[in-house]
């Protein structure tokens, strides 16, 4: 059975950084084609993906937050990380991992519950 | 970045009625598209890949058709079950980019 779940600090102050993990079971981030994307959505607004990582390696950022984000992993222990600097208002969201089989360009299948991150002062 | 438009952003059903979501990609995205089902409080789910083909464990009613920059999501027989908002996704080049949603409520 496939799971993911998103564990973050909840809030932060703005200029602060936000590290958040996903933690999965049910497959192996060194399985050949298995890739985690984070993808964030505000309240009551649409979903944008920030960040992918890939079974060897690889990682795509998107653009738009490029400078301010690092995905990484941990496939021992069955995780990955998404790190944003330089947090402000516009970045209070549910934050989701979700996983792709394919590579970096699929759908993605199996989504965590997602965890609330409020950036205030 | 491929931009994708959906329509409409709500739409309000009876109960039996056969509703469709249109979402149109700025460039030819091959088919490589997906549309997901977000209930209130709940993580967006998977109802349709590539276009046309149904996730596993979705009911027959849900389909999905289309191509090159065109694409649409059709629920027959709509069930109280379906209330939810639907996105659309293009998986044809980085960055992934969603559609603003659909907010399906029963009229």
């Known amino acids: 059975q496939v799971t993911l779940k998103e564990s973050g600090p909840g809030i932060l102050q703005p200029s602060q950084t936000l590290s958040l993990t996903c933690s999965f079971s049910?497959?192996?981030?060194?399985?050949?084609?298995?890739?985690v994307s984070w993808i964030r959505q505000p309240s009551g607004k649409g979903l944008e993906w920030l960040a992918t990582i890939c079974w060897e390696d690889s990682k795509g950022y998107n653009p738009s937050l490029k400078n301010r984000l690092t995905i990484s992993k941990d496939t021992s222990n069955n995780q990955a990380f998404l790190k944003i600097t330089s947090v402000d208002t516009a970045d209070t969201a549910i934050y989701y991992c979700?996983?792709?089989?394919?590579?970096?360009?699929?759908?993605?299948?199996?989504w965590g519950q997602g965890v609330m991150v409020t950036v205030s002062s | 970045d491929i931009q994708m438009t959906q329509s409409p952003a709500s739409l309000s059903a009876s109960l039996g009625e056969t509703v469709t979501i249109e979402c149109r990609a700025s460039e030819d995205i091959y088919s490589n598209l997906a549309w997901y089902q977000q209930k209130p409080g709940n993580s967006p789910q998977l109802l349709i890949y590539?276009?046309?083909s149904l996730a596993d464990g979705v009911p027959s009613r849900f389909s999905g058709s289309g191509s090159g920059t065109q694409y649409s999501l059709k629920i027959n027989s709509l069930q109280s079950e379906d209330v939810a908002s639907y996105f659309c996704q293009q998986y044809n080049n980085y960055p992934y980019t969603f559609g603003a949603g659909t907010k399906l409520e029963l009229k």
């Open positions: 049910g497959f192996s981030l060194s399985t050949s084609g298995i890739c």
């Open positions: 590539d276009a046309n």
């Open positions: 979700a996983r792709t089989t394919e590579g970096i360009l699929y759908y993605f299948d199996y």
